[in-house]
């Protein structure tokens, strides 16, 4: 029984300006940042994500897999939360590049917050 948003006002400013795509593709991380704030709950601190995310909680794909997984990895990332719908860009990527990273695919945003908030990693 979380009454943060009913106390609180919440506003998230995504420039209209900024590079056409960047935004939503951090749909299931702005999410996951408020639900962190409204449930005092800590993120694993080794995880990145990206996806796009509908108003029905359905996780979309994205593109710059690749370049997304590079600075995952130079971050010292270990775990990435991609979209379903996204497995085949990460598959098609280097070994090297893929190695030693766990990665999550999600097609709805309750596995992102299973994988998030540690309650239960699915893949």
């Not at 990273?101 to 999600?106: E, G, S």
């Amino acid at each position: 029984d979380n009454s943060s948003f009913d106390d609180t006002d919440v506003h998230m400013h995504v420039p209209e300006g900024a590079t056409p795509k960047d935004g939503p593709s951090a749909g299931i991380t702005m999410v996951t940042a408020m639900l962190s704030l409204a449930l005092d709950r800590s993120i694993k601190s080794d995880l990145a994500m990206t996806g796009e995310i509908s108003l029905t909680g359905k996780v979309l794909a994205v593109g710059g897999i690749k370049e997304k997984t590079m600075a995952a990895r130079r971050a010292g990332i270990k775990t990435i939360v991609l979209p379903e719908d996204c497995r085949r860009d990460f598959d098609e990527l280097p070994d090297y590049l893929k190695e030693g990273l766990d990665v999550c695919y999600a097609t709805d945003y309750s596995i992102v917050y299973d994988v998030a908030f540690v309650t239960d990693s699915v893949k």
